[in-house]
């Protein structure tokens, strides 16, 4: 799901697959797609095909290679449950976080039908790992909510909402079963504006539910401008994560060797 390379809340992005196609509103200025699209028809580049959706089974590998504990965006230039990419495909993503479980990954999707569907069955082992955070984007309530309402129903261990960009107020919704929420508003070139108002909403929603919140930015044309103080102060708050050990070499080459053959 799209973002911009400045993200407060993960330390390193992993892009197994590239490129995407706008299902909503909230797509409408999707930034991954003004990057990718900068360099179409450059040779060579990465996003020498534009924002065209492909598969890249050559970075499968990635998170097996940082030896240090990252927070991982999976997929900011794409969405993991896009209906072109096979089944197949997202379960080597999957497994790969599996075996290199001493990250934490948070695996965004805007076609939570089928992270649902996916986790329910093919993907019941990552569901219920601790170290992998399964979530959906929320921009209103038509499109968004009812997203909230498939995440709920998977059996994932660890739920999160991305309530980006927040177009309208949300009004009351559940957050049962919710381990996490981020919230902010729009920037770059047309940024839609966010109120006040709607963002202390989702915040109070928050505290009353004991899930804890993280402000992500006011956003805006210039969004550094704006910052990210919320009433006189900011939201920083993530669940505990589950740090596991680095694997040693051997376990690390007998990984890398099951992955290559995936
Ligand atoms: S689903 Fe996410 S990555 Fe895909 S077009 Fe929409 S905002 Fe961009």
Not at 100 to 125: C, F, I
Not at 126 to 144: D, F, L, T, Y
Request: aromatic letters at 8%; hydrophobic letters at 40%.
């Amino acid at each position: 799901m799209s973002d911009n390379t400045s993200i407060e809340w993960a330390d390193a992005t992993w892009n197994p697959i590239r490129g995407c196609t706008k299902i909503t509103s909230g797509c409408a200025h999707c930034y991954a797609e003004t990057f990718a699209e900068r360099f179409r028809g450059v040779p060579g580049h990465p996003y020498e095909q534009g924002f065209d959706l492909r598969l890249i089974p050559e970075k499968l590998s990635q998170p097996l290679l940082w030896r240090e504990p990252k927070m991982i965006f999976v997929n900011s230039m794409s969405d993991l449950f896009h209906e072109d990419v096979p089944d197949e495909y997202i379960q080597k993503v999957a497994r790969v976080m599996q075996l290199a479980n001493w990250h934490t990954y948070q695996v965004l999707t805007k076609r939570s039908e089928r992270l649902r569907d996916l986790l329910s069955t093919k993907l019941r082992a990552a569901a219920e790992e601790p170290h992998i955070w399964w979530g959906v984007s929320v921009e209103n309530r038509s499109q968004g909510l009812p997203r909230v309402e498939h995440l709920r129903a998977a059996p994932a261990r660890v739920r999160m909402l991305s309530i980006e960009p927040l177009l309208e107020s949300l009004e009351p919704f559940s957050l049962a079963g919710i381990d996490w929420v981020i919230c902010g508003g729009e920037s770059g070139p047309g940024a839609r504006p966010v109120q006040e108002s709607w963002v202390l909403e989702v915040r109070d929603r928050c505290h009353d539910a004991k899930v804890p919140f993280f402000f992500k930015q006011w956003g805006g044309r210039q969004k550094s401008r704006n910052g990210r103080e919320l009433a006189g102060r900011t939201y920083d708050e993530v669940p505990r994560r589950v740090v596991q050990a680095v694997m040693d070499r051997e376990r690390l080459q007998a990984a890398l060797a099951e992955v290559a053959a995936l």
